[in-house]
């Protein structure tokens, strides 16, 4: 079962717009959350992110909101580029030692 | 650091013949996982082995599928009597932190079932 979901599959927003993510997991015990950038032909490249102890983290023009109550989580980019443009994934692991499971990926396009 | 090394980056099969693909994982990780990537399940663990022991390999398909590092300079996916259905990107990763479990990924293996 897909076990952190991101409700949409792609997402298109004008240069300067703020692109809002979003992503949901299932299972209480996940407390570490990252996310990934992937451009074409290459390999998905950590972006940011959160541990659950945390409702907010912020680097630069990426921001994760965090809800632990609702198990839910977004990304923000602020000022959004057409270098943004690219494959988003979610994540999400338990404890140390364990893997982690990605959700399907949100597409980016950001329109100049 | 050359990150980690993907070879080869793509590969054609004919149904029914053996697949093996290659990492090198950055030197000096103790992790390394293999993920597969389509565009409907996104991405899927398949197996993980930490200081060359096989750790959790529950994502791997029964029968056809292994994975072996015998070394901690490198690790094999090998599929046998490849089917159209295994045609994906091969993701490995490798992790030196614990505690976050940071993944580095490469740039993947294309592999192709005709």
């Known amino acids: 079962q897909q076990q952190v979901r991101q409700s949409s599959q792609s997402l298109t927003v004008w240069e300067g717009e703020t692109a809002i993510l979003n992503c949901s997991y299932e299972?209480?015990?996940?407390?570490?959350f990252p996310w990934y950038q992937q451009f074409p032909g290459e390999g998905p490249a950590l972006l940011i992110a959160i541990r659950s102890v945390s409702d907010k983290k912020e680097d630069g023009r990426f921001t994760i909101f965090f809800n632990k109550r609702e198990k839910n989580l977004s990304l923000h980019i602020k000022d959004s580029q057409p270098g943004d443009s690219a494959t988003y994934f979610c994540a999400a692991r338990g404890n140390s030692g364990t893997y982690q499971r990605f959700g399907t990926g949100t597409k980016l396009q950001v329109v100049p | 650091n050359a990150g980690v090394i993907q070879t080869p980056r793509h590969k054609v099969t004919g149904k029914g013949q053996e697949a093996t693909l290659w990492c090198e994982p950055i030197s000096g990780h103790s992790a390394v996982f293999w993920y597969r990537q389509t565009i409907v399940q996104g991405l899927e663990f398949l197996t993980y082995?930490?200081?060359?022991?096989?750790?959790?390999d529950s994502g791997m398909p029964k029968e056809r599928f292994s994975a072996q590092m015998p070394n901690q300079s490198h690790s094999t996916l090998k599929i046998q009597s490849t089917q159209p259905q295994d045609s994906a990107v091969y993701l490995c990763?490798?992790?030196?932190?614990?505690?976050?479990?940071?993944?580095?990924f490469g740039e993947g293996s294309k592999l192709t079932v005709l």
């Open positions: 990763a490798s992790s030196s932190d614990r505690n976050t479990g940071q993944l580095y």
């Open positions: 299972n209480s015990a996940f407390d570490y």
């Open positions: 082995f930490r200081n060359q022991a096989p750790i959790d």
